[in-house]
């Protein structure tokens, strides 16, 4: 793994630098992801739902779906700072989503544990600090209210961008139904991705599931680290994972990061 780790470091810190800047990175995205998700922004964007990695972006898009009577186009799970400034300058509807540094830095290790701590603490102050100049285009979305409380946030959206986006209900059955397909996405069907990304309706995406058999992978089976729901396993990695970030050589980079998350969730003053 040590060996590993290095070779993919230069390219984690490039990808950092790059995904700033939209004119470079969006061109490449698309062509990298050329559908159905990820989904770079376009003529065709409805709505950008987008943040640092690990920030409630999967949970967002399928609740935001689920609710709708028609399908919205999203583009969603770049994590890449380039997707929202581009949003902005176009003036397209944007959630921006960001979690507590802490608890997204040690989620991003748990799911891809080649990355170096201080990089990945590094690479979250960078993606919120620059979105700073367009902070007042968006609608910011906390990880807690997202996953909790969904139906506030979109209710924000709607007031911010004149939007009749419907809100998520979050019955047992439709918390259940947003995790079943949630734990189906590692199959990467295309079907699936499409429904995320608006192209497949609701009524498809369940055809689509009886055809399959709706082969939903359990709670408790597969590999709990690398999926989008909540595990006990990967709890307990991030946990193991706290004394390295309370670690005092990561200090500076654990304020700066911190100080971009007070600064990206306090309400921006209008000009």
């Not at 990355?115 to 590094?122: C, G």
Request: aromatic content about 8%.
């Amino acid at each position: 793994m040590p060996g590993f780790a290095a070779l993919r470091r230069p390219r984690q810190i490039l990808r950092n630098h790059v995904s700033e800047l939209p004119i470079i990175y969006l061109p490449f995205a698309r062509r990298r992801y050329p559908g159905p998700s990820p989904e770079v922004i376009g003529p065709h964007s409805q709505l950008v739902i987008d943040g640092y990695t690990r920030s409630a972006t999967t949970f967002a898009v399928y609740a935001l779906q689920l609710a709708q009577k028609r399908p919205v186009r999203l583009a969603h799970h770049l994590h890449a700072p380039a997707q929202l400034i581009d949003a902005a300058r176009r003036r397209v509807p944007t959630l921006a989503l960001i979690r507590h540094p802490r608890d997204a830095v040690l989620s991003h290790l748990v799911r891809e544990p080649w990355i170096d701590m201080r990089d990945a603490a590094v690479g979250y102050a960078r993606f919120y600090r620059c979105l700073m100049p367009y902070r007042a285009e968006f609608v910011v979305g906390e990880f807690e209210e997202v996953t909790h409380d969904f139906a506030s946030v979109v209710r924000r959206l709607n007031d911010r961008f004149g939007l009749r986006l419907e809100e998520f209900e979050p019955t047992e059955a439709n918390m259940n139904l947003c995790f079943e397909l949630i734990r189906e996405r590692p199959q990467l069907s295309e079907v699936l991705l499409g429904f995320e990304s608006g192209t497949v309706t609701f009524d498809e995406l369940q055809a689509e599931r009886r055809r399959a058999g709706s082969a939903t992978p359990s709670p408790g089976s597969g590999d709990e680290t690398n999926s989008w729901v909540p595990s006990t396993a990967r709890s307990e990695l991030k946990e193991s994972l706290r004394d390295q970030w309370l670690n005092p050589r990561m200090e500076a980079r654990r304020l700066r990061a911190e100080a971009a998350y007070r600064d990206f969730v306090s309400e921006p003053t209008r000009a």
